[in-house]
């Protein structure tokens, strides 16, 4: 029998993801709190689309629920359950979720951030695993609709990681990484802590200054005051997580210890990071739109998850003696252009 997925938040990894699975025959259910959305793809379904033209269809889960009839699924216990919402959104979203698993049932952080210690504190570290995004840029530009603003991984790059806190590897890490091949590159990880941390100096660089300057990321890597102020957010998180203990992975294809030599003024560091950074002209036909996550919250005038990124970044430098200083700033600024007190704008970081 197919196992039951639940897709906690059909926005827009979850829905890509959700979608995704969906039209690839598994049983899934969308449940989102977005009333809007949920009856957009009772409708007519959800609609993906990417960078080719295979990646334009439309899926149709088993079923999209609002937050209102999650008790329904009494009756068809959930097998896995992937909570796709925002960080600050994690403990009611597992505790929504988690009387309706089954017996052997467990749920997946698909998310940015860590947040797997906040499910595991409601369902337990043993019903917890992790799915770490890399490098992969989706975007619910309106109810019922996702689109992909970034080409697919392939052979190039491994966007999936399915890993267990633990680090062992399992029979349903095994299963869930093949059931994302059929998606996109996916991989079992035994350093999970270090994926998660990775990801997140990826997004502390990228996320907050494409929402405090309102530029795509693309804009945001040709200015050079701004690509500068995001090396140095890389470079601070990067030495924060070596402070933590974290064996980190590649950073947007680089070795995190030259972007943060580079970060410090090494000059040969320096010269390979930035060549790497910069875009290269017709790499991305989708580039003028491609905004982070971030930065489309603060066009839809939503909460950010500013304390969960480079907040997180900043405290966690604290509590091991590391200053990030850079991370303090654009929370600081974010959080003002959240709270509607400044208009996002490249000015806000001296560009």
């Not at 907050?208 to 995001?230: E, H, K, M, P, Y």
Request: hydrophobic share 40%.
């Amino acid at each position: 029998m197919k196992k039951k997925i639940a897709i906690v938040g059909a926005g827009a990894l979850g829905g890509y993801v959700g979608g995704s699975l969906a039209h690839l025959g598994h049983d899934i259910t969308l449940i989102d709190p977005w009333p809007e959305n949920v009856e957009t793809i009772r409708a007519r379904g959800l609609e993906l689309d990417g960078v080719t033209p295979e990646e334009k269809f439309t899926a149709r889960p088993a079923r999209t629920l609002h937050l209102t009839e999650v008790q329904s699924l009494a009756k068809t216990p959930v097998d896995i359950a992937f909570v796709a919402m925002k960080s600050y959104d994690t403990a009611w979203a597992t505790a929504l979720i988690a009387p309706y698993l089954a017996a052997d049932g467990f749920v997946v952080s698909l998310q940015n951030c860590l947040n797997e210690e906040t499910i595991a504190g409601i369902v337990g570290w043993g019903r917890t695993v992790g799915v770490v995004a890399s490098i992969i840029s989706v975007d619910m530009y309106e109810a019922g609709r996702v689109r992909r603003t970034v080409a697919k991984g392939g052979d190039k790059h491994t966007v999936f990681r399915v890993g267990e806190p633990h680090g062992r590897i399992t029979q349903r890490v095994e299963e869930l990484a093949e059931w994302f091949r059929g998606i996109d590159s996916a991989k079992v990880t035994t350093n999970l802590w270090g994926e998660r941390w990775s990801k997140l100096v990826a997004n502390g660089m990228g996320n907050g200054v494409s929402a405090a300057t309102g530029l795509s990321s693309s804009d945001c890597a040709r200015n050079d005051t701004l690509r500068r102020f995001q090396l140095q957010l890389a470079g601070e998180a990067i030495r924060v997580g070596q402070a933590l203990g974290y064996p980190l992975e590649k950073i947007r294809g680089l070795d995190p210890e030259r972007m943060a030599l580079a970060a410090e003024g090494n000059a040969a560091a320096l010269a390979e990071v930035e060549a790497a950074l910069a875009p290269k002209a017709g790499a991305n036909p989708r580039a003028d739109i491609q905004r982070p996550s971030m930065a489309q919250d603060i066009r839809k005038g939503r909460r950010t998850e500013i304390d969960a990124m480079n907040g997180f970044i900043a405290l966690k430098g604290a509590t091991v003696g590391v200053k990030a200083p850079s991370h303090v700033k654009l929370t600081e600024i974010v959080t003002r252009v959240e709270r509607g007190e400044v208009k996002p704008s490249p000015a806000l970081l001296g560009a």
